[in-house]
C-alpha cells in the first residue's frame, strides 16, 4: 500500500475507534486529512489538467478539528469528518493516478 492508502485506513480505523483515542491525537488526524487534501488538490492542478472542486464539507473542517481536541466532543460527528476526509483524499488520488494502488 501506499502512504496515502495507508492514511485512508488509518481515518477509517480511527473513525470506527473513537472513544479509544486521546482527543489530541483525534485532532491530530484531522488536521492531516486537510493538508493530505490540500497537497492532493495543488499536485493535481499542477500535473494534470484537471482542477480538484473544493467540497464544501471541507472549508468546517477547521473547526472540527477543533472540536475534536476536545474531551467533550461528539463521537459520530467527529467519526463522520474522518470518513469524508478519507473519501476526499482517495477521490482525489483516484483523480491523479486512476484507480490503481
Known sequence: MTQTTD?????????NTLRTIAP???????ERGI??????????????????MDPGFLKDMPTLAE????????DVVIGA???MLAGE???????????EG
Open 7 to 15: 492514511f485512508i485506513s488509518e481515518l477509517f480505523e480511527a473513525a
Open 24 to 30: 489530541a491525537e483525534r485532532r491530530r488526524l484531522i
Open 35 to 52: 493538508a493530505t487534501v490540500r497537497a492532493q488538490q495543488e499536485l493535481l492542478q499542477l500535473n494534470s489538467n484537471t482542477v480538484a
Open 67 to 74: 472540536m475534536a481536541g476536545r474531551d467533550d466532543a461528539v
Open 81 to 83: 469528518g474522518m470518513l
Open 89 to 99: 483524499i482517495r477521490r482525489l488520488r483516484i483523480l491523479h493516478h486512476g484507480d
